[in-house]
């Protein structure tokens, strides 16, 4: 199975500020790498897929790169409603396996 | 729209089984795989499985084999996911999600809205 590390497991942030979000695959999976938020008490929402590409209606200050094994994602101005839990995703594979997580809070 | 409503929330016994309903609508149901993720209370998103509603092909993941069955029932549009012998620590909400993707890739999207199932005695 493919394992997934995401860094920071947390972070503390302001309004404002631009916010990047590191993940690793522990084999290279193309670029076959999605992004969710997830808000407490809520399903998780699909930000990002095929490493790059924004999901319809997400806003543009949302935004991903990377492939093979290092990905990212950048938030280039924090706004309140960013504040959550975003996890990476691969789907190279069976299982789809998903990083730990990475919370954003505010500072 | 394009959306999957889950049943309601459980409480069962350990060693009991519970059955969680998806039901999707605004597309066709067969077109896209359906998954099953959960998360326990304050950890992170787990795979549990997937199932192609077009065949009823499944794929477990290994944790769950042997005590894990996802089926359907088309002309409701509706996917089942069964979790048998339940045991203290699989007390998490549990969601299904469509598959979506294409040449690029799949990816997750929508997603149920969650069904929390807490094994208690």
């Known amino acids: 199975d493919i394992q997934m590390t995401q860094s920071p497991s947390s972070l503390s942030a302001s309004v404002g500020d631009r916010v990047t979000i590191t993940c690793r695959a522990s084999?290279?999976?193309?670029?076959?790498l999605n992004w969710y938020q997830q808000k407490p008490g809520k399903a998780p929402n699909l930000l990002i897929y095929a490493a790059s590409t924004l999901q319809s209606g997400v806003p543009s200050r949302f935004s991903g790169s990377g492939s093979g094994t290092h990905f990212s994602l950048t938030i280039s101005s924090l706004q309140p409603e960013d504040f959550a839990t975003y996890y990476c995703?691969?789907?190279?594979?069976?299982?789809?396996?998903f990083g730990p997580g990475t919370k954003v809070e505010v500072k | 729209q394009v959306q999957l409503v889950q049943s309601g929330a459980e409480v069962k016994k350990p060693g009991a089984s519970v059955k969680v309903s998806c039901k999707a609508s605004?597309?066709?149901?067969?077109?896209?795989?359906i998954n099953w993720v959960r998360q326990a209370a304050g950890q992170g998103l787990e795979w549990m499985g997937w199932m192609n509603p077009n065949s009823g092909n499944t794929g477990y993941a290994q944790k769950f084999q042997g005590r894990i069955s996802m089926t359907r029932n088309s002309s409701i549009s509706t996917a089942y996911m069964e979790l048998s012998s339940l045991k203290f620590d699989d007390t998490a909400i549990y969601y299904c999600?469509?598959?979506?993707?294409?040449?690029?890739?799949?990816?997750?999207?929508?997603w149920g809205q969650g069904t929390l199932v807490t094994v208690s005695s």
């Open positions: 995703q691969e789907s190279y594979n069976i299982p789809r396996t």
């Open positions: 084999q290279s999976i193309n670029t076959y």
């Open positions: 999600t469509a598959d979506s993707g294409d040449y690029v890739g799949n990816w997750f999207d929508p």
């Open positions: 605004g597309y066709t149901f067969t077109t896209y795989d």
